[in-house]
């Protein structure tokens, strides 16, 4: 691991330890680019780590403090993404500069570091997130080519098994309610506005990316309503352990 600090950062509030992890790509030509610009005063922005194409390993920030790299955001209804997280870059050019999949060096050492960082903060699988997952209005990274089943193959993340869907289309009002459920900051009005739109095109970029439309339609719904379960079976095994522990 390389040590290339950043002096974007802060402390995090007093007593908070992270419990989400964020992803992004770097959306810029070069790696080098990109550590320069999340080292640069005047941008302020910044990541606790960079993982560069062939797998090196750069640390930013160091976990215990606040890095900025989520900006205007939200899950689970905490605003304050930043403070709640580990951000971690890789460098891919993203949409705007020739977008590719991701180095098979680059997800190796991802899940390197995942692998110490999930079980130190115990974090959740839907804790591991995308960057367009908590702010889907303004972002995309790290995009419909992350192999997220490969995340959750390592037991990072969460990945539904393929299932036929009912075709049933429940009213719009109760797809919002269900991705409010799962963690999305959603409008709950029943209407089919841009940013309900938004918010369905980040969940298929991330669990559905064979076609991103913002439309609720049956696929979409079916492997939202197994994500929903899949989180729920995976609280109630969290708090027996807690419950456990607790008499142990």
Known sequence: ????????????????????????????????????RLCDPGARVSAHYLIDEDGTLYRLVDESERAWHAGISAWEGESDVNSHSIGIELHNPGHEFGYRPFAEAQI??????????????????????GHSDVAPERKQDPGELFPWPRLADAGFGLWPPPQPDSGLLPPLATVQEMLHRFGYRVPRDGRDGPATRA???????????QRIDGVADAETIAILERLLKMKAAATRTAAGEIRRGERS
């Open 1 to 36: 691991m390389i040590e290339r600090p950043s002096p974007n950062r802060e402390p995090r509030p007093a007593g908070v330890r992270p419990h989400l992890v964020i992803l992004h790509y770097t959306g810029m030509p070069a790696a080098a680019d990109a550590l320069d």
């Open 108 to 129: 190796v050492r991802l899940v390197a570091v995942l692998r110490q960082i999930v079980p130190r903060y115990r974090i959740r699988p839907w804790h591991i997130l």
């Open 199 to 209: 918010v369905i095109a980040a969940f298929q970029r991330h669990w559905r990316p």
